[in-house]
């Protein structure tokens, strides 16, 4: 059984930071676009992940269109 990974992703067209979870490498659910406040307030895991499937298939679709982004020095938070 794969395990469940938490990431943040950032859309490149249109700048906007999504919440991802991957399971085995496949994309299980997607969350945003995310306001400053909610980046910045809330850990990965508790997002509602299941609340849009489509949200999943869209990010899956446009995936080679996202950045994953390295929570730290380049996001304000060290």
Avoid: K
């Avoid at 990431?7 to 676009?33: D, F, K």
């Amino acid at each position: 059984m794969a395990a469940l990974e938490y990431q943040y992703w950032r859309h490149e067209p249109s700048g906007a930071r999504y919440a991802v979870r991957l399971n085995g490498g496949y994309i299980t659910g997607c969350v945003g676009p995310l306001t400053d406040e909610d980046f910045r307030s809330r850990y990965v895991v508790e997002y509602s992940f299941d609340a849009a499937e489509a949200d999943a298939e869209w990010a899956a679709a446009e995936r080679a269109r996202f950045t994953r982004l390295d929570i730290g020095a380049e996001e304000g938070w060290v």
